[in-house]
């Protein structure tokens, strides 16, 4: 066994993504509760949307704000919808792509500190290879979106009177606005195809 005077350290890392996958679970449960009062709110109903995927949700989301009358409200509706189906597309690389920790290239000295190394396969007709790092810069840019995307989904939930806003005052989360955000650009990805 090699000795090795350096110490490796996650823990900023590892601090930032999960305040991302919190801020993310929020605003998934935003979308289920918007959904849910926009269909009525009884339990069958909390119940049949409590079982769907992400994508599923807020396609469902998508249909039912075309059903809001208050022109603004469905506007607001369908663009937290759009900012969510890019944000998904975010995590789903993050989550399901996160697969090794790297030394971070610009730490120095004795203490190391380790990034994420996303590296995944995948088929779908062109088998495609995707091996690029995941830095702390990146989750932090990413902990931001989502908690703008929480954020607008509970205000939207208040303007439409479904707001409970508990989990906020929990986490002592800033007052929420109806401001649009700004959605990010689709993940760019290394993308190698190896079949070719």
């Known amino acids: 066994m090699i000795d090795d005077p350096h110490s490796y350290d996650l823990t900023e890392f590892a601090r930032e993504f999960t305040w991302s ?6 605003a998934e449960v935003h979308a289920r509760s918007l959904l849910h009062g926009l269909l009525g709110g009884k339990a069958p109903i909390v119940g049949l949307v409590a079982d769907l995927g992400s994508r599923s949700l807020i396609e469902a989301l998508r249909s039912a704000a075309r059903g809001v009358e208050d022109h603004q409200i469905r506007e607001h509706l369908l663009h937290y919808t759009t900012g969510f189906s890019r944000l998904n597309e975010y995590r ?13 290239p610009s730490s120095h000295g004795m203490v190391r500190k380790l990034q994420g190394q996303i590296m995944t ?4 007709g062109r088998l495609r290879a995707v091996n690029q790092p995941l830095t702390t810069v990146d989750v932090l840019t990413f902990k931001d979106w989502c908690l703008k995307l929480s954020s607008y ?28 955000p700004e959605w990010p650009a689709p993940p760019n990805l290394q993308i190698h195809y190896i079949q070719d």
């Open 121 to 124: 396969l995948r088929g779908k």
């Open 21 to 26: 996958i919190l801020f993310w679970n929020s």
């Open 92 to 104: 789903n690389l993050y989550v399901h792509g996160l697969t090794a920790v790297t030394i971070d």
């Open 153 to 180: 989904g509970e205000a939207i939930k208040m303007a439409l009177g479904l707001s409970d806003d508990t989990f906020r005052k929990m986490l002592e989360m800033p007052e929420p606005s109806l401001e649009r």
